[in-house]
Antibody, heavy 122, light 113 residues
């Protein structure tokens, strides 16, 4: 079974750093892009960026470029999302998801991790 | 403001049919990029519901169908059931800003009356 398991909920103070993780299993981790998606409380889905664990090629949404860093360690089949200095506005649920192409169609996200809730509050 | 526009909410009685629209522009759906749909049940992660405009992954009931025309796409749900109450999101790609990137609709909350 293809599965993405994310790290647990975090409570941080403004200005602190944070790195959350997403571990893939049940498939060749280095052969599929992994994306990160933000969902602020009561809001919709926002694409943050993607990484190809095979060579760590990374693309960022213009909205998140410079705000977060996406990385991966293919030796342990894990992707990461990190912040160097959190803000209260980073409070959200963060999902990782595998990008997969079915047929000749552009990639969709399937499956998704269970989500990591990040709360930033003083 | 999302690049893809969805109605904030739709509703229907059990057994009825509802549709959810997803309107884009010439740099995304109108440029030929296909549309995917996701279902997010309350308190859970999104799940792929429709890929490539109208294709259902294994396990998705045939009550769910999708279509695309011009700069818009639609998700239809027939024979509404209480368990369909969820948020639904469309997703495509956009080639503005000199690079492609993933775009989502703002989401539509489906209420089963």
């Amino acid at each position: 079974e293809v599965q993405l398991v994310q790290s647990g909920a975090e409570v941080k103070k403004p200005g602190e750093s944070l790195k959350i993780s997403c571990k893939g299993s049940g498939y060749s981790f280095t052969s599929y892009w992994i994306g990160w998606v933000r969902q602020m409380p009561g809001k919709g889905l926002e694409w943050m960026g993607i990484i190809y664990p095979g060579d760590s090629d990374t693309r960022y949404s213009p909205s998140f470029q410079g705000q977060v860093t996406i990385s991966a360690d293919k030796s342990i089949s894990t992707a990461y999302l990190q912040w160097s200095s959190l803000k209260a506005s980073d409070t959200a649920m963060y999902y990782c998801a595998r990008q997969v192409s079915y047929g000749d169609y552009p990639p969709s996200f399937d499956p998704w991790g269970q989500g990591t809730l990040v709360t930033v509050s003083s | 403001q999302s690049v893809l526009t969805q109605p904030p909410s739709v509703s229907g009685a059990p057994g009825q049919r509802v549709t959810i629209s997803c309107t884009g522009s010439s740099s995304n759906i109108g440029a030929g990029y296909d549309v995917h749909w996701y279902q997010q049940l309350p308190g859970t992660a999104p799940k792929l519901l429709i890929y490539g405009n109208s294709n259902r992954p294994s396990g998705v009931p045939d009550r769910f169908s999708g279509s695309k025309s011009g700069t818009s796409a639609s998700l239809a749900i027939t024979g509404l059931q209480a368990e369909d109450e969820a948020d639904y999101y469309c997703q495509s790609y956009d080639s503005s800003l000199s690079a492609w990137h993933v775009v989502f609709g703002g989401g539509t909350k489906l209420t089963v009356l």
